[in-house]
């Protein structure tokens, strides 16, 4: 089966860092997303992993071990309008279906 | 325009009426995709299009009906909906199936 666990809920305060774990377990694995949801709005892409290893973005990172199902979306720098949902997805062996975990709903305070 | 649009923004219908929800891709993208977003459920893939041809048809209920006149365009057909099937129905268009690029979303109730 598929299967994607994200942890429900996070909060941090300005300034801060924070990492989002993401695992899973999929019948094939071609690549895993982050993706950025505000309340309300449409997701919006952040990241890409297909080989192991981090991928800076600014104050973003991602990285990915694909021999432990694991991955996590680094933020750096928190600020008031990171509080969002991150959503974590496998693109699954054919390449045509992302396959999304329920997000992370993460909370900055000041 | 830019991007991904979608509509109409709110839609609230009865369970025996027929509405169609519609999306626009103004990036050349050639797949389009259909998500459905319910409260506390992870986002759901409905129906992939690639190069205007159904490749991907999730165990969707036949009450929707997907339909791709072009690959600019994509629409989601409605009839005799529940009231389970009311979320957020999100459109989105890829390159090849790269990162996908989603719009704002149509906001569904059904009474």
């Known amino acids: 089966g598929q299967n994607i666990d994200q942890p429900t809920e996070m909060t941090a305060t300005e300034g801060a860092i924070v990492q989002i774990n993401c695992t899973y377990q999929?019948?094939?694995?071609?690549?895993l997303f982050w993706y950025q949801q505000h309340a309300g709005e449409a997701p919006t892409f952040l990241s890409y992993n297909v080989l192991d290893g981090l991928e800076e973005k600014g104050r973003f990172s991602s990285f990915l071990s694909r021999s432990k199902g694991y991955s996590y979306l680094l933020l750096k720098e928190l600020q008031m309008k990171d509080s969002a949902s991150y959503l974590c997805?496998?693109?699954?062996?054919?390449?045509?279906?992302?396959?999304f975990g329920k997000g992370t709903t993460l909370s900055v305070s000041s | 325009e830019t991007g991904v649009t979608q509509t109409p923004r709110h839609l609230v219908m009865g369970m025996t009426n027929k509405k169609s929800l519609k999306c626009e891709q103004h990036?050349?993208?050639?797949?389009m995709y259909w998500y459905k977003q319910s409260a506390k459920k992870p986002l759901e893939l409905m129906f992939v299009?690639?190069?205007?041809?159904?490749?991907e048809n999730n165990s969707v209920p036949s009450r929707f009906s997907p339909e791709c006149p072009n690959s600019s365009h994509l629409f989601l057909h409605l009839h005799t909906l529940q009231p389970e099937d009311s979320a957020l129905y999100l459109c989105?268009?890829?390159?090849?199936?790269?990162?996908?690029?989603f719009g704002p979303g149509t906001r569904l109730t059904v009474l």
């Open positions: 997805a496998v693109r699954d062996q054919a390449g045509t279906a992302l396959i």
């Open positions: 989105a268009s890829s390159h090849g199936y790269n990162e996908q690029f």
């Open positions: 299009y690639s190069l205007e041809e159904r490749v």
């Open positions: 999929t019948s094939g694995f071609n690549g």
């Open positions: 990036l050349g993208h050639n797949a």
